[in-house]
């Protein structure tokens, strides 16, 4: 089946050779499962971002479960949430039998806005997950402070923002559990994948026990004594372990981060130059403390164009460009019908969802190809 033809993808995961033979590798081993090479690349993410440990997920989702099960949330909690972000964050919430509260968002930058934070807290409220929307790392301070301030815990899910910075930081960083994604949307891939961040030796502990049915020994413990330990279980957990076959390709893939990050940044700042004296469109403003990974690029209407997103994403399609629609809002999704959220509760995640677009960017998106993304997008606004 040719899932990539002659027109141009929405985005495309930089893999080759070295995957592939990095990956045989670890089949020849005989050792399949998560192994030793998982080790390496938890060592080698946690290294980069710059915490103290880092446990490999199958996603980013089961990571974002793990966080909040072992600070604690549990059914009848409320978690904070924003409203614009992908169903997996709410999925994660509710896999901890918590209640996902939605927050609005800053239309700005797409990300949480800090100012309105408080208005969702009620006295169940036990924690935030915190999202870096886009590849956008969001304002951590503020945020980090009103949680703090109120007791609550604090989780930031950068799933699409490994490598961004926040104030000359990577995210993970900064002492909170972070979670990421190696799914292929994001900044590097292992297919699928996740991994959890923390500085906190115990809370780390625990994650790797859950992760793996709860058993108190990994296997690759008992296999290297040959069979001389039984496991316990003290409590029931998931199966949420990473293969050694896909870790072997994210190491492959951090050696390549650097210039998978520069690649992005450099098509950014192309889309950059050429729409922003176009008067249909808006671009995100991030302040110069914010250092985004560029795993997606977007666009918004400005409010006096006349112009719709479906008209844009539609028209590229038969131009031969897969470009998509704006993060929808959760509020809206049938998942959440009895709730009786309504869209006045939520009018910023309601008019990104409106008013954004999001254009292909990856590394290995030729030159040309941009080239021709631009035209045609100019085609279609001076049509217009
Ligand atoms: C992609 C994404 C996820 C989900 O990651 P999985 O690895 O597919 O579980 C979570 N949060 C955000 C913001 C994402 O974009």
């Not at 909690?77 to 919430?93: F, G």
């Not at 006295?123 to 945020?143: F, R, S, Y």
């Not at 040959?226 to 951090?254: F, L, P, S, W």
């Not at 038969?318 to 006045?344: M, V, W």
């Amino acid at each position: 089946m040719k899932l990539f033809d002659d027109q141009i993808p929405f985005m495309k995961p930089w893999v080759g050779d070295e995957e592939w033979q990095a990956m045989r590798d670890v089949i020849s081993s005989g050792w399949v499962s998560q192994g030793p090479v998982v080790a390496e690349f938890e060592k080698v993410v946690a290294e980069y971002v710059g915490s103290r440990f880092a446990v490999a997920v199958n996603s980013c989702t089961s990571g974002m479960h793990l966080a909040l099960r072992i600070l604690g949330i549990k059914p009848g909690d409320e978690v904070l949430l924003p409203d614009s972000t992908c169903m997996a964050n709410a999925n994660a919430v509710m896999m901890a039998g918590a209640k996902p509260v939605f927050v609005d968002i800053d239309y700005q930058t797409g990300n949480l806005d800090p100012a309105v934070l408080e208005k969702y807290i009620t006295p169940k409220t036990k924690a935030l997950l915190g999202v870096d929307q886009v590849g956008i790392p969001a304002e951590l301070d503020a945020l980090a402070e009103i949680t703090r301030s109120r007791g609550l815990h604090f989780v930031d899910d950068a799933a699409t923002a490994l490598g961004g910075k926040f104030k000359g930081k990577r995210l993970g960083g900064h002492g909170f559990p972070t979670t990421f994604s190696f799914h292929p949307r994001k900044t590097i891939t292992t297919g699928e994948g996740g991994m959890l961040v923390s500085d906190d030796e115990a809370l780390v502990n625990r994650a790797r026990v859950l992760r793996s049915a709860g058993a108190n020994v990994s296997d690759l413990v008992r296999h290297s004594a040959k069979g001389t330990i039984v496991q316990h279980y003290d409590e029931a957990g998931y199966n949420y372990r990473m293969t050694d076959m896909q870790a072997a390709m994210g190491i492959v893939q951090m050696k390549k981060i650097e210039s998978i990050l520069a690649q992005r940044e450099k098509q950014a700042r192309k889309y950059d130059k050429a729409l922003l004296n176009v008067n249909h469109f808006v671009l995100p403003e991030i302040p110069d403390y914010i250092q985004p990974a560029h795993t997606s690029y977007f666009v918004k209407i400005h409010d006096d164009s006349p112009l719709t997103v479906t008209r844009i994403v539609d028209e590229l399609a038969s131009r031969g460009i897969a470009s998509r629609h704006g993060i929808q809002p959760l509020h809206r999704e049938p998942a959440f019908k009895n709730e009786n959220y309504q869209d006045e509760m939520y009018p910023m995640t309601c008019k990104l969802a409106e008013r954004s677009f999001f254009l292909p960017i990856y590394p290995g998106l030729p030159d040309a190809s941009q080239d021709r993304i631009i035209d045609e997008l100019l085609g279609i606004v001076k049509n217009q």
